[in-house]
């Protein structure tokens, strides 16, 4: 017995590796786990995609606000243009997540489905047959074989992984400076500045007044200097969050992803090849 467990003691490892795999396979809260953080994961980037939209259309009706000077014409929101752009980059990159978290959700509804755990189920059983059991000139259809069942434990366990991944490295070293739910509070707090300051000039526009008074008030500096510092004030700082919710969402949904499935594709090689 213990000759022919050092004589086979590489086999034995890869035995109980696969034995453990096809039990962590058939464990449902991992795979439920896993999809319930995707889908948190891809219903915070729909309200974040939603609140950049929805910036976007205030700046838009904001950079169309214009005041009438005798012989001049101010467009209040042209002061807008900078941050109007880094939101339609914004909304570019949330659309640029949401397609692969949507990904990330296929895939593991893909390899999670019954049917690829009774495929992977069958090659890990002739797997291990084959590890003691061996043929007449097998070699080189053992060696595919044996390609093919790591290539599909790969796809088994590392898109599941990637969620996993994503929310450890989120909570722990992402959140405590880039928390999504605030940054995405104060985008929308800064769309409700940015409206009602929208409504209020549209109001003023329409208000009826005096010959008089619109020519009075149309000399008045001071009455375009706070209808700019209005809008200045409202999208302070916006800038700064867009740009913090950039960083999160790139790192989290596109470069975390793909670094992860490339250093497990770089250990695969290694041990299929």
Do not use: C, H
Request: hydrophobic letters at 50%; a neutral charge.
């Amino acid at each position: 017995m213990k000759t022919f467990i050092l004589n086979n003691i590489n086999k034995l490892i890869l035995l109980f590796f696969t034995l453990i795999a096809l039990f962590l396979a058939s464990s449902f809260t991992i795979d439920d786990n896993a999809k319930n953080m995707i889908n948190d994961s891809f219903k915070q980037a729909i309200i974040v995609f939603g609140s950049a939209k929805a910036l976007n259309g205030v700046i838009s009706l904001a950079q169309g606000t214009e005041l009438d000077l005798p012989f001049i014409t101010v467009a209040i929101g042209q002061i807008l243009d900078p941050i109007n752009d880094l939101v339609e980059q914004f909304s570019l990159i949330m659309l640029a997540s949401l397609v692969s978290l949507g990904i990330q959700k296929i895939l593991l509804n893909f390899v999670t489905n019954e049917i690829f755990n009774y495929v992977l189920f069958a090659f890990i059983i002739i797997f291990n047959i084959w590890l003691f059991k061996r043929f007449t000139d097998d070699e080189k259809l053992r060696n595919i074989f044996f390609r093919i069942t790591f290539i599909l434990l790969f796809l088994r366990f590392s898109i599941p992984m990637i969620g996993y991944v994503n929310n450890i490295s989120y909570n722990y070293f992402v959140k405590p400076q880039y928390n999504i739910e605030t940054l995405n509070e104060n985008i929308s707090k800064v769309t409700n500045d940015v409206s009602k300051i929208n409504q209020e000039t549209i109001k003023q526009k329409q208000e009826e007044s005096s010959f008089l008074g619109k020519i009075t008030e149309k000399f008045d500096s001071s009455y375009y200097e706070k209808r700019v510092d209005d809008y200045k004030n409202a999208v302070d700082n916006s800038s700064e969050y867009i740009i913090d919710l950039i960083i999160v969402f790139i790192f989290q949904t596109i470069l975390l992803p793909i670094v992860f499935l490339y250093i497990l594709y770089v250990l695969l090689r290694k041990i299929v090849l």
